[in-house]
Each structure stands twice: as structure tokens, then as C-alpha cells.
């Protein structure tokens, strides 16, 4: 339980409070390294046999090739595939039945757009001049930051049916579950929202359009994009059959942006859930408390209201006890005639 993990603040528990959160970060600090080198072993181990297979046949296909082709001679095959691949990286598809539609056109600078606001980068199509390349450094830094913006902007206002969603539920099954039940349930339906719009859909109507592509790796795609790790190894509209590739790539170009919303408003409501968020373990104050976990560990029932949740303070909570006063004594007058000062309430908090 991760509120065990937080010491209760007092005068005498900071300076051990303060020792645990910098064991806890080498801990983290270690486990991160751990896992990067873990990845690697990994990857090397299942990836290395297909490129050294691949690389088997490449070099076998090309011997061949230059057995059948005498008069050619290695040096040319070499500027030749050179030239080809240098093409192939920068977007240029050497192949006779490609379409001939521009790297550059609006649908395709658009999407291009989109990688670099988005910080998505597939680096399959680059900027190639110098202007080009100075005038990307110089979006970039003014379109990152508007984009950040922009998706925090409506990410706020989505959590508006949120917060109304999580309110039904705490009035509908309040009574029944405990605060933390009911906010595992309402991110389980906010997930399961987000993954069939943006994840399942789009992975049928890729894998549908991209003759290449199979439904991993459609998949593979969306996740890899919407995740914003943009390898470049899958790009939707690059194949030698796509018809209309500049809106195409128009309509992915929306699909990523409504896309990097939804998991931007997954991972906020996520992270809203204190047991749910272990960056508090890292991040604590020096007492060891943060108002999250306190207004959690009281199992505070959350609201719904005009301006989002709403969760009521502790002083609003407690009921306070009236008390009538009355004088006492044999000569002392009836309570309805005592003055209005005596015969006052009195609340004791």
C-alpha cells in the first residue's frame, strides 16, 4: 500500500523522511540503468540472428549478381546502391511504379509539419537545404511549445465529462465501493474508450489501406506514434499504391493530434489517482505528506460540480454539537424570558 510508504509528518520523522526519499531515488536511479541494460540484452538477442540472416543473403544476392553481370564491376554496384539508398532514406522511392507525387506537397509537408510540432520525428523525409533546415530549428522551438499548449488546453476541457462521469459514479456506487474502487473503474472506462477510438479503429482501417502492413503492425504503428517514439520504420501513405497521398496524409496528420490528446487525458486522469501515482515516492515534501494522500487516507468522497471535482475540507466535514445555556437559580427567569443573550445558541466546535 503506498500509503505505508510515507511516513506521517511531524517534527521528530524529518530527517528520516528525508533519508528514505533519497534511498528510494538511488534505488529508482539504479532500476532505471538495470532496466535500460536488461532492454538492450534483450533487443540484441532477438534482433541480431534476423539482421545477420538478412545480411547472409544480401551478400549472396549481390556476388550473384555481379557473376551474371561480368562486365559490371564492383565499384559502379557500389555507387549505384549508394545513390539508391541515400534516396530511399531522404524519401525518394527509386522504384519505376512509385507514385510521382512530390516528397514536398502540401498533404506531405503538412504531415512533416505535424512530426515536428509533435515531437514524433520519423525522419524518414528531412529537410535537405540550408534554409530548410534553419527554418525547422526555428518552428520547432515556437511550434513545440504551442503544441503543449494546445494539448493541455483541451485536455482540460475533456476532463469536464470526466470529472461529470466520476461524479455519477461516486452517486451511483458510493455506497458500495470505496473512492479509490470507483476511480480504478472510471480510468478503466476512460482506457477502454481511448483504445478502441484511437487504437483498435485505426488499426482496422490501416492495416485495410496499407496492402504491406498486417494488423501487428498497424498496431505497432499506432502505439509507436501515439507514444510519440516515431521510429520511422512504418509511415502510413509511402506505399507504391496509394492514390491521393496528400490527403491521406492530411487526415493522419489529424489523427495524430486527436490521438497525443486522448493519451495526454488518459495519463492526467491517471496520474490524478494518489496510489495509482508513484512520483509522489520521489517527489515528497520533507515531512513525508502530500494533501493528495491526506485527503485519501480519510477517504474523502469526491463531487461533481460546476467547476470539476470537488472534495470537502476536513472542517466541513465534522458536525458540530449545539448547546443551550440557561441560567440556573431558584429567582432566575423562565428560559422564554431570559435575554435574548442568555438564551442564545452557542456552537462548540
Given at each position: 500500500m503506498l500509503?505505508?510508504?510515507?511516513?506521517?509528518?511531524?517534527?521528530?520523522?524529518?530527517?528520516?523522511?528525508?533519508?528514505?526519499?533519497?534511498?528510494?531515488?538511488?534505488?529508482?536511479?539504479?532500476g532505471y540503468i538495470l532496466f535500460?541494460?536488461?532492454?538492450a540484452a534483450m533487443f540484441s538477442a532477438i534482433e541480431a540472428p534476423k539482421i545477420d540472416d538478412i545480411s547472409k543473403r544480401v551478400e549472396t544476392f549481390r556476388n550473384q549478381f555481379?557473376?551474371?553481370h561480368a562486365c559490371l564491376k564492383d565499384e559502379d554496384l557500389e555507387d549505384f546502391l549508394h545513390a539508391i539508398i541515400t534516396a530511399n532514406d531522404r524519401g525518394i522511392s527509386p522504384l519505376r511504379n512509385a507514385s510521382?507525387?512530390?516528397?514536398?506537397?502540401?498533404?506531405?509537408?503538412?504531415?512533416?509539419?505535424?512530426?515536428?510540432?509533435?515531437t514524433?520525428?520519423?525522419?524518414?523525409?528531412?529537410?535537405l537545404s540550408q534554409t530548410g533546415k534553419i527554418f525547422c530549428i526555428i518552428y520547432a522551438t515556437i511550434g513545440?511549445?504551442?503544441?503543449?499548449?494546445?494539448?493541455?488546453?483541451?485536455?482540460?476541457?475533456?476532463l469536464m465529462p470526466a470529472n461529470w462521469l466520476l461524479g455519477t459514479l461516486n452517486?451511483?456506487?458510493?455506497?458500495?465501493?470505496?473512492?479509490?474502487?470507483?476511480?480504478?473503474?472510471?480510468?478503466?472506462?476512460?482506457?477502454?474508450?481511448?483504445?478502441?477510438?484511437?487504437?483498435?479503429?485505426?488499426?482496422?482501417?490501416?492495416?485495410?489501406?496499407?496492402?504491406?502492413?498486417?494488423?501487428?503492425?498497424?498496431?505497432?504503428?499506432?502505439?509507436?506514434?501515439l507514444t510519440t517514439i516515431g521510429l520511422g520504420d512504418y509511415i502510413p501513405g509511402e506505399g507504391v499504391s496509394i492514390e491521393h497521398r496528400s490527403i491521406y496524409k492530411m487526415f493522419i496528420t489529424g489523427y495524430l493530434i486527436c490521438g497525443l490528446i486522448a493519451m495526454m487525458f488518459v495519463l492526467t486522469i491517471f496520474y490524478d489517482i494518489p496510489q495509482l501515482n508513484l512520483g509522489q515516492l520521489f517527489t515528497e515534501s520533507v515531512n513525508g505528506e502530500t494533501e493528495k494522500l491526506r485527503l485519501s487516507s480519510n477517504n474523502t468522497t469526491c463531487y461533481s460540480g460546476p467547476s470539476g471535482l470537488?472534495?470537502?475540507?476536513?472542517?466541513?466535514?465534522?458536525?458540530?454539537a449545539v448547546v443551550r445555556i440557561r441560567p440556573h437559580g431558584d429567582d432566575s427567569p423562565s428560559p422564554d424570558e431570559a435575554p435574548s443573550s442568555l438564551n442564545s445558541d452557542m456552537r462548540i466546535p
Open positions: 500509503l505505508g510508504a510515507f511516513p506521517m509528518g511531524n517534527k521528530t520523522g524529518a530527517a528520516p523522511t528525508n533519508k528514505n526519499g533519497k534511498c528510494r531515488f538511488l534505488i529508482l536511479c539504479g535500460l541494460i536488461l532492454g555481379l557473376q551474371n510521382n507525387e512530390m516528397n514536398w506537397s502540401f498533404g506531405q509537408a503538412l504531415f512533416f509539419s505535424s512530426t515536428v510540432v509533435t514524433i520525428g520519423y525522419g524518414r523525409v528531412t529537410p513545440i511549445p504551442l503544441t503543449l499548449l494546445l494539448l493541455s488546453a483541451m485536455v482540460e476541457r475533456l452517486s451511483k456506487l458510493g455506497h458500495l465501493y470505496q473512492p479509490f474502487n470507483i476511480r480504478l473503474l472510471h480510468l478503466s472506462i476512460v482506457v477502454a474508450i481511448v483504445a478502441a477510438i484511437f487504437f483498435a479503429i485505426p488499426t482496422a482501417i490501416f492495416a485495410y489501406l496499407e496492402p504491406a502492413w498486417g494488423t501487428l503492425d498497424a498496431f505497432y504503428y499506432c502505439f509507436i506514434s470537488y472534495m470537502p475540507q476536513r472542517d466541513e466535514d465534522t458536525r458540530r
